[in-house]
């Protein structure tokens, strides 16, 4: 009976050589580099700016302005894409007072506004921008490259 009690202790007490053990605060297929890259911390997730762009008080261009604004519009939220402070823009598909997003990948709100006030649309007050502090996926920071992959014409 001692035999069989030292036999189970023996055993219990053993670790197979070939299993790691993990570390409690890293997840299987964690990638340390790519969180690195991206800037993310340890729930990767990073700080950004997003900016609601919102119907401003100036909106009665005649068509061919408004088409000109949109092309200027469009042609900033490009530059700001391939300078790598614009992450992701887009525009919501109702006619509400809120008429799309941007989220920067910039420290402050000021920065944000900054690069905001660059925007022909809001220059010319067709749109105004709200802007706030805002916590979310590090992996956001693909969505340039992925997009790219996926999208047969450009804007």
């Given at each position: ?91 919501f598909l109702d006619s509400g007072e809120i008429r799309g997003i941007y989220i920067f990948d910039v420290e402050t ?47």
């Amino acid at each position: 009976m001692y035999l069989g009690i030292i036999i189970l202790f023996s055993a219990c007490g053993q670790v197979e050589p070939q299993k790691e053990i993990q570390a409690e605060s890293e997840k299987p297929g964690y990638d340390s580099i790519m969180a690195m890259k991206l800037g993310a911390d340890d729930y990767g997730m990073k700080k950004y700016v997003m900016a609601f762009l919102k119907r401003g008080p100036n909106r009665d261009q005649d068509s061919a302005a408004a088409a000109q604004l949109q092309r200027a519009h469009l042609d900033n939220i490009m530059r700001m894409a391939e300078e790598g402070t614009l992450v992701l823009a887009g525009p919501f598909l109702d006619s509400g007072e809120i008429r799309g997003i941007y989220i920067f990948d910039v420290e402050t709100v000021e920065e944000a506004k900054a690069l905001t006030e660059t925007d022909p649309a809001i220059q010319s007050g067709r749109l105004v921008m709200e802007l706030h502090p805002w916590y979310g996926s590090a992996a956001l920071m693909k969505v340039s490259e992925l997009s790219e992959q996926i999208a047969k014409k450009s804007i």
